[in-house]
């Protein structure tokens, strides 16, 4: 197993297969009556957060804790930080207090990156800036997985704000990794510069996509990172590219919907469309907690 989980371009193909797997196990500790294991006892984790994010912290906690180890939340807001500490002082801070592995968010891109570099422990990157997100690609490949049996040729579309988000990024690599065909389905006001170069297929127009697809799954429009107008009105970019009955209507009978979240309701996906047996979003948080035991199992755990 690697040191630390920076990008899902860091996996290869065997180890990405790895985590998956393991992550089979860890949910059936889920479903335990007692859903622990002593695996980590001793280790201490912490959870770094600059950027608020209740629903991976918390998934990053309960899976270290469901593994037994010290968990050590701490948010940005109230702390050092507000007072002007650098993110190297907090790092070494922390790597004196015996932080074994640190789980970093961080608004700046290539801040996990910079993090390895300062502690002996591993990193796992939560989320940075518009980089990369891996665990959250994790968890979406073992979802697919779960509910399709196979990745190795599955066609899966990520549609809306490709250009701000991590989580298209760390998809994009782990499935071409592991054999999907990805397709980027967005305004092209909302696709980075560059994207020509990455492994993936480019559309504008979702209603001719969606009839090919196994996999659709809507992006969140980061209207916190858009420091302009990126399309004409919410209504002209529901009506383009959010996921109504209508559309979904038009997928492949086993085909199924998933979204990252948060979500908004009514302009990405409708609730209708959220709500319904083809959705898997509750199942991408769920199996969240067991890919991120994974990780950390793996990492931590003494496997080689």
């Not at 912490?46 to 270290?64: M, P, Q, W």
């Not at 083809?278 to 080689?304: D, H």
């Amino acid at each position: 197993m690697i040191d630390h989980l920076l990008s899902a371009s860091d996996l290869d193909r065997e180890t990405a297969t790895l985590v998956l797997d393991t992550a089979g196990e860890m949910a059936a500790v889920s479903g335990r009556e007692v859903k622990k294991l002593p695996t980590l006892r001793g280790r201490t984790v912490v959870n770094l957060f600059y950027e608020d994010s209740t629903r991976t912290r918390i998934s990053f906690e309960a899976a270290a804790k469901r593994l037994s180890a010290d968990v050590i939340n701490f948010a940005a807001k109230g702390s050092s930080v507000s007072k002007g500490e650098s993110l190297k002082d907090t790092a070494l801070t922390l790597q004196a207090m015996g932080a074994d592995a640190v789980v970093i968010r961080h608004s700046a891109s290539g801040a996990a990156h910079r993090l390895s570099g300062w502690i002996d422990g591993s990193v796992v990157n939560a989320g940075d800036g518009t980089h990369e997100h891996p665990t959250q690609a994790l968890l979406d490949a073992y979802t697919m997985r779960s509910r399709l049996g196979r990745l190795e040729g599955l066609r899966v579309a990520l549609v809306g704000d490709v250009l701000h988000s991590r989580v298209a990024r760390s998809n994009v690599w782990l499935l071409n990794t592991l054999g999907a065909e990805v397709t980027l389905v967005a305004p092209p006001t909302l696709l980075p510069v560059g994207v020509e170069n990455w492994p993936v297929q480019v559309s504008y127009d979702l209603d001719a996509v969606l009839p090919k697809l196994d996999v659709v799954m809507m992006l969140r429009v980061q209207r916190e990172r858009m420091s302009a107008s990126f399309f004409p009105s919410v209504r002209e970019y529901s009506r383009r590219y959010g996921l109504d009955v209508v559309r979904m209507g038009l997928l492949p009978e086993h085909a199924i919907v998933m979204h990252p979240g948060p979500m908004i309701r009514g302009m990405e996906i409708s609730p209708e469309v959220a709500d319904s047996a083809r959705s898997t979003i509750v199942e991408q948080v769920a199996n969240g907690v067991s890919v991120r035991m994974a990780v950390l199992y793996l990492m931590l755990g003494g496997i080689a």
